[in-house]
């Protein structure tokens, strides 16, 4: 039973897998020829490979600029980290955190066949860090056996669902149709900055894409070259900062730090190139392939990507977007210092990943300003929440590591809370309480068509 759960935990967190399968399913449901089928499915593995192997690549180069920064302004604390602190959890809650993942995929599915919520998530890693958060949540709350992971699979379906239609208006508009919709656990951030984008962007915002270099600087529109560069300074200053001690001695290997540095910066411009071709690889095969469970399985359904599939849409934003939200991590940092109790320090990947994104969602609605002031105030989000997380995880808050991304946040917060207050009856009541009125709003949207159809 162990060994038939970890194969079961093994395929459905790899987002290469399970979006092959999705496309050969699609392809299939299409009834294409098999020279077809079998181009789109591979394709498309080799696709979300290719984004994996960005994202290690960026993931690898960020952790030793996060190890230089601590050094070189001696701060220590809490940082939040999905990997970290879901590597600790599944040594006692593995079981569980399988069958949830498992379920809350198919309540995703149901949620989607029968709800106007037509969001079938498939950023499989996102998906177990959730269930692993909810398995512990539902213990803590004294769930225990079966009751523990229908509770479970069933936030976790909901949440799979909600998630992305949280984000999707802002997804039409960066992307200018309805086709595709985000899978990645950060949306309250992201409808956060932009809706901030949108209360900064007074009268024709200016684009971060249209940024008008000099001509002598004409070269700094080649997004890789103008990250390397950018890149390149952060990190010899932050080097510096650290000291060539420290860094040669435990970071390096005795490579001499300034070189160390660099090579890092133009190892991180590499992983952005990276995702970017594996993004457009992606793209081109599993928006066709997902026509096949639109039509025929899930009417109108649509695929919920990683978040990397936004970022070819505006490549300055991604970088201000980091910026920007680190420096939102750090003023939280400085914050949290004054006013005593847990710090957060600023985690380098995921102020990367979710900044990066909420620049991009800013600068859609509201240009350069949006992409600034919106991805700073995703910057505060994911540290202020992981103080009023950590408390609802039991023995796991307790870690030197915590859930980082805001849907974590927001939903571990909220059950835990429900726990605290009402025990196992009040999140059944609410879960309950939450799909009754998912399913109302979609009777009123159907009951809406059909008026309008007969008008």
């Known amino acids: 039973m162990n060994d038939f759960l970890k194969v079961l935990v093994d ?17 299939i449901a299409q009834r294409k020829k098999l020279s077809d089928t079998l181009k789109g499915t591979t394709k498309t593995f080799v696709g979300f490979l290719v984004i994996s192997a960005g994202a290690g690549i960026l993931s690898a180069s960020l952790a030793p600029f996060g190890e230089m920064f601590k050094a070189a302004f001696h701060v220590t604390g809490v940082v939040p980290n999905n990997e970290a602190i879901v590597a600790i959890a599944l040594t006692e809650y593995g079981t569980n955190t399988a069958l949830i993942m498992f379920f ?21 890693h996102h998906t177990l860090y959730m269930a692993c958060m909810l398995a512990v949540i539902m213990t803590v709350a004294g769930f225990t056996s079966v009751p ?33 919709a985000l899978g990645h656990f950060s949306a309250v951030g992201y409808a ?40 390149m300074v952060i990190y010899v200053i932050v080097a510096l900062f650290a000291g060539p001690s420290y860094v040669e001695a435990n970071l390096s290997d005795g490579t001499n730090y300034l070189v160390f540095a660099m090579i890092q910066a133009g190892t991180f411009a590499a992983g952005v190139f990276i995702i970017l071709s ?35 849409y505006a490549p300055n934003a991604v970088l201000i977007g980091f910026f920007s939200s680190f420096i939102g991590g750090i ?51 994911i540290s202020f929440l992981p103080v009023f997380l950590m408390p609802v995880l039991g ?19 909220f059950f835990g809370v429900l726990a605290n207050h009402g025990g196992t009856i009040a999140i059944v009541v609410s879960l309950v309480a939450i799909l009754a009125v998912m399913f109302l709003l979609s009777m009123k949207r159907k009951k809406r068509k059909a008026v309008e159809e007969e008008a």
């Open 11 to 27: 395929i459905l967190s790899q987002p290469a897998i399970l979006v092959a399968l999705i496309a050969l399913i699609g392809l």
């Open 104 to 124: 809350g995929m198919m309540v995703n599915i149901l949620i989607a066949r029968f709800t106007k919520f037509k969001y079938i998530f498939l950023t499989g």
């Open 148 to 180: 523990l992971i229908m509770a479970g699979a069933v936030a976790l379906g909901i949440i799979m669902s909600l998630s992305p239609a949280i984000v999707q208006p802002f997804m039409r508009i960066l992307t200018g149709n309805d086709n595709v």
């Open 192 to 231: 956060v900055s932009g809706l901030v984008g949108k209360a900064v962007a007074g009268k024709n915002p200016k684009s971060t894409e249209k940024i008008n270099f000099p001509k002598g600087l004409g070269f700094l529109r080649d997004s890789t070259v103008s990250i390397a560069l950018t890149m």
């Open 278 to 312: 594996g993004v457009r690889l992606v793209l081109a095969e599993i928006v066709p392939a997902f026509k096949g469970i639109s039509e025929r399985l899930v009417p109108n359904a649509k695929p919920a990507l990683d978040v990397p599939i936004i970022y070819p």
């Open 331 to 381: 003023f939280s940092m400085v914050i949290m210092t004054f006013t005593g109790g847990v710090i957060i320090l600023p985690g380098v990947v995921p102020h990367f990943f979710t900044g990066a994104a909420a620049g991009v969602f800013g600068n859609a609605t509201g240009g350069v300003r949006g992409a600034v002031l919106g991805a700073f105030v995703n910057g505060i989000l």
């Open 395 to 413: 023995n796991l808050g307790f870690a030197n590591s915590t859930f980082s991304d805001t849907d974590f946040g927001v939903s571990g917060i």
